[in-house]
């Protein structure tokens, strides 16, 4: 046991060493240069002919960088020994879960982008591990199957249960589950990619949204239970070990905060031990700070001001809650954080002159930089610009 906990201060005294250095780097006293970032879902290629498409328009349109989505729910779109084939490449159907299609989507990627001197970031949706009503094939080794134990556990007891469009997460308390992740950015740290970009990287605070679906007849009470994550054994006993029998909503809050923190840290030190200096970590994070580490347990503030992240991409995607999200960002980033680390991210769904409107505040607001999203909203059938994508990017392309 001596021995055991020794490795775990050394672990940590390397993790802390991490932020530290990110800390520095990003203190430079030189301006860093802007971000404008697109996000590329999972949902945007099935072929070789779409990626290439994609990258060549992303850096026609005048983007620096792209979030190129490589993994999904617990399946992939690049060579891996720890997750099966996404399905998607090879017909779209659950029973062929695992099938190589053949091509590998993010080599490629990376390939089309080169000369064209565009970074690319492995995007990884991080605690989602199975989305549908069919389960996947036993044989393709899916997490679903086959680690069923690592899945988060409701406040009446049950395993969370994935519904037709959204997501059952796995437990970030478990090491288990923080050991398979780092393992898959070892992997993508094995190409030559420019960052890791991180989403999904949250408690899911909002299920109660979905969960009709699984529970058609509980109340209004039992459906909030069933989005109540998480109850397992091993969150409990954590707890307990922390806190003694009489835990209060707000220890609740630090512990559920700090198990999500540490997988962040823990995929810090992969990125630095594989590619020091060579690859950026970003996260994705919600819009309001403030109720993301309240209800989601993402302390996005405090990743970005211990430097565990080159950036934080906000998801800002409201309207009329824009300026105030904007404000609240930037109170809990710190001044000089908010301009080296933090992305601004604009929903293109919204409409066009919102959309204008939102990229002059994030260029006025002093922030790193925006991001967009997403691609299928500036470029429609066979890969053309939309109506909507040629008034976007062309404010893009003029830096106005």
């Known amino acids: 046991m001596k021995w055991r906990k020794t490795g775990w201060v050394v672990w940590f005294g390397i993790v802390a060493a991490v932020s530290i250095i990110r800390g520095v780097l990003n203190a430079s006293s030189s301006p860093p240069p802007p971000v404008c970032a697109l996000w590329v879902t999972r949902f945007d290629y099935t072929t070789p002919a779409d990626v290439r498409s994609i990258i060549d328009n992303v850096a026609a349109a005048g983007f620096t960088d792209v979030f190129f989505q490589v993994r999904g729910n617990a399946t992939v779109f690049y060579k891996s020994e720890l997750e099966p084939w996404a399905f998607e490449l090879s017909g779209n159907k659950v029973e062929i879960l695992g099938s190589d299609p053949g091509w590998d989507p993010l080599q490629l990627a990376l390939d089309t982008a080169r000369p064209h001197g565009l970074r690319v970031h492995a995007y990884m949706n991080v605690l989602p591990g199975w989305k549908g009503l069919e389960d996947p094939p036993p044989a393709a080794g899916q997490l679903w199957t086959a680690h069923p134990d690592w899945f988060m556990v409701d406040s009446l007891g049950q395993k969370m249960l994935p519904t037709s469009g959204w997501y059952s997460f796995i437990?970030?308390?478990?090491?288990?589950?923080?050991?398979?992740?780092?393992?898959?950015?070892?992997?993508?740290?094995?190409?030559?990619?420019?960052?890791?970009?991180?989403?999904?990287?949250?408690?899911?605070?909002?299920?109660?949204?979905?969960?009709?679906?699984?529970?058609?007849?509980?109340?209004?009470?039992?459906?909030?239970?069933?989005?109540?994550?998480?109850?397992?054994?091993?969150?409990?006993?954590?707890?307990?070990?922390?806190?003694?029998?009489?835990?209060?909503?707000?220890?609740?809050?630090?512990?559920?905060?700090?198990?999500?923190?540490?997988?962040?840290?823990?995929?810090?030190?992969?990125?630095?031990?594989?590619?020091?200096?060579?690859?950026?970590?970003?996260?994705?994070?919600?819009?309001?700070?403030?109720?993301?580490?309240?209800?989601?347990?993402?302390?996005?503030?405090?990743?970005?001001?211990?430097?565990?992240?080159?950036?934080?991409?906000?998801?800002?995607?409201?309207?009329?809650?824009?300026?105030?999200?904007?404000?609240?960002?930037?109170?809990?980033?710190?001044?000089?954080?908010?301009?080296?680390?933090?992305?601004?991210?604009?929903?293109?769904?919204?409409?066009?002159?919102?959309?204008?409107?939102?990229?002059?505040?994030?260029?006025?607001?002093?922030?790193?930089?925006?991001?967009?999203?997403?691609?299928?909203?500036?470029?429609?059938?066979?890969?053309?610009?939309?109506?909507?994508?040629?008034?976007?990017?062309?404010?893009?392309?003029?830096?106005?």
């Open 171 to 400: 437990n970030p308390v478990l090491p288990e589950v923080r050991a398979h992740l780092r393992g898959i950015v070892a992997e993508l740290c094995q190409y030559e990619v420019d960052g890791i970009h991180l989403d999904y990287i949250r408690y899911p605070h909002d299920y109660h949204l979905v969960a009709r679906q699984r529970y058609p007849n509980a109340s209004d009470e039992e459906i909030m239970r069933h989005a109540d994550y998480s109850y397992d054994p091993a969150s409990q006993a954590a707890l307990f070990d922390r806190y003694g029998w009489n835990v209060s909503k707000r220890q609740i809050t630090k512990f559920r905060c700090d198990s999500v923190t540490r997988v962040v840290r823990d995929i810090s030190y992969v990125v630095q031990l594989k590619k020091p200096g060579r690859c950026l970590l970003t996260a994705s994070v919600m819009d309001n700070p403030v109720d993301g580490k309240t209800h989601a347990y993402q302390d996005s503030g405090a990743w970005v001001r211990q430097g565990l992240v080159d950036w934080v991409v906000q998801m800002n995607y409201g309207t009329t809650s824009f300026d105030r999200y904007l404000r609240a960002m930037k109170k809990v980033a710190g001044r000089r954080k908010f301009r080296s680390s933090v992305v601004v991210g604009i929903n293109c769904k919204n409409d066009t002159a919102d959309l204008l409107a939102q990229l002059d505040k994030v260029r006025a607001s002093g922030s790193r930089g925006v991001s967009l999203f997403s691609y299928s909203f500036l470029f429609g059938e066979n890969h053309r610009e939309t109506e909507k994508g040629r008034i976007l990017l062309a404010k893009i392309r003029s830096g106005s």
